[in-house]
Nanobody, 127 residues
Framework: QVQLVESGGGLVQAGGSLRLSCAAS????????MGWFRQAPGKEREFVAA????????YYADSVKGRFTISRDNAKNTVLLQMNSLKPEDTAGYYC????????????????????WGQGTQVTVSS
């Protein structure tokens, strides 16, 4: 059983930056591809970014490519999402998720591929 806890959300002006962190416990972190999803009010949860279990491969949604960077530190059981040039449309709850690599297809773009989810952290971007 893997537990995921996100942090780092908050209120920021458009053009600003935030760094989200997801701390994992209870499993072998390096066995999991990690992803970030987001959900805005009234909308479905959508894929944001993913990173392979060894950190070599990354994948981004077109809407965040060039602005967001996903990274991980397997020694610290942590995955980060650096968000720059934030826009009001980035406002959402952000969730990290873990995908056990053995049963996975890369990149893991859909929610159903993920085995564990965090509770989320809110990001609000004001215009």
């Amino acid at each position: 059983q893997v537990q995921l806890v996100e942090s780092g959300g908050g209120l920021v002006q458009a053009g600003g930056s935030l760094r989200l962190s997801c701390a994992a416990s209870g499993g072998t972190f390096s066995n999991y591809h990690m992803g970030w999803f987001r959900q805005a009010p009234g909308k479905e949860r959508e894929f944001v970014a993913a990173i392979s279990r060894n950190g070599v491969n990354t994948y981004y949604a077109d809407s965040v490519k060039g602005r967001f960077t996903i990274s991980r530190d397997n020694a610290k059981n942590t995955v980060l999402l650096q968000m720059n040039s934030l826009k009001p449309e980035d406002t959402a709850g952000y969730y990290c998720a873990a995908d056990f690599f053995f049963r996975s297809n890369w990149p893991p773009l859909v929610q159903s591929q993920y085995d564990y989810w965090g509770q989320g952290t809110q990001v609000t971007v004001s215009s």
